[in-house]
């Protein structure tokens, strides 16, 4: 089973830290945020993993090579253009025919991967997403669950309209057939994949129980780097 690791981003918001290190090279806990998926990706035994990348390309690869250094065998994406999530994705799956999964790069997170991929295939999902309980439901997008199915998002609810406190973390296990949906080109997974394919009731959820730390700002990522605890060698 293949891996994506999405790590394109220009880490505006991270500026000046990004100035002159792409985001996925910044470090947390003295290792570049991505090395911390990798070794977990490894931990439970997926160990063909495509980096998507763009912003500042060449660094990245310089630094994780053909992966062999971890254990993993490691290619590559390059974004020309900005693409999205969403056509990220479609572009670095383009020729896979079996379950892959993705995550978003600048999120830490200890997933579980072979029990959410046990999840997805006892529920023959067509996308499963890592989903996670944030204590302040108005700062994200909220799932609405129906019998383990994802019916909906609700972008930063009020407490009073939350269905739930559960967050997309970020982690998917997918199928290849779920992104016929989207258009070619510039496009998002959240908006024009996952929603669309929630409404036709084929994204499930997989709880993740264990950490999970964003770092898209500044004050994000230094509290990341100040609580997150890696994986275990």
């Given at each position: 089973m293949k891996a994506i690791i999405l790590a394109g981003?220009?880490?505006?918001?991270?500026?000046?830290?990004?100035?002159?290190?792409?985001?996925?090279?910044?470090?947390?806990?003295?290792?570049?945020?991505?090395e911390h998926a990798i070794k977990n990706f490894k931990k439970h035994g997926i160990e063909d993993i495509i980096l998507s990348i763009g912003f500042m390309a060449d660094k990245i690869k310089n630094y994780f090579g053909n992966g062999g250094k971890w254990g993993v065998k490691i290619s590559y994406?390059?974004?020309?253009?900005?693409?999205?999530?969403?056509?990220?994705?479609?572009?670095?799956?383009?020729?896979?025919?079996?379950?892959?999964?993705?995550?978003?790069?600048?999120?830490l997170a200890d997933f579980d991967w072979q029990s959410a991929i046990k999840t997805h295939q006892e529920k023959n999902?067509?996308?499963?997403?890592?989903?996670?309980p944030v204590e302040d439901v108005t700062k994200y997008g909220i799932a609405r669950l129906v019998d383990g199915k994802i019916v909906e998002f609700i972008e930063k609810p009020t407490i009073e309209r939350a269905p739930?406190?559960?967050n997309?973390?970020?982690?998917?296990?997918?199928?290849?057939?779920?992104?016929d949906i989207l258009p070619e080109g510039f496009c998002m997974i959240e908006r024009d994949c996952f929603?669309?394919?929630?409404?036709?009731?084929?994204?499930?959820?997989?709880?993740?129980?264990?950490?999970?730390?964003?770092?898209?700002?500044?004050?994000?990522y230094t509290h990341a780097d100040e609580n997150f605890e890696p994986t275990s060698e």
């Open positions: 981003g220009f880490g505006t918001r991270l500026r000046p830290l990004t100035n002159d290190i792409p985001k996925p090279l910044l470090p947390i806990k003295g290792k570049p945020i991505i994406i390059v974004e020309d253009e900005p693409l999205g999530t969403g056509g990220a994705i479609k572009k670095a799956a383009q020729g896979l025919k079996e379950t892959f999964l993705v995550i978003n790069g600048d999120n999902a067509k996308i499963t997403l890592q989903l996670y739930s406190n559960l997309n973390a970020g982690g998917y296990i997918m199928e290849p057939s779920a992104l929603e669309k394919l929630a409404a036709l009731g084929e994204v499930f959820a997989h709880h993740h129980g264990g950490q999970w730390y964003p770092t898209d700002t500044i004050e994000k």
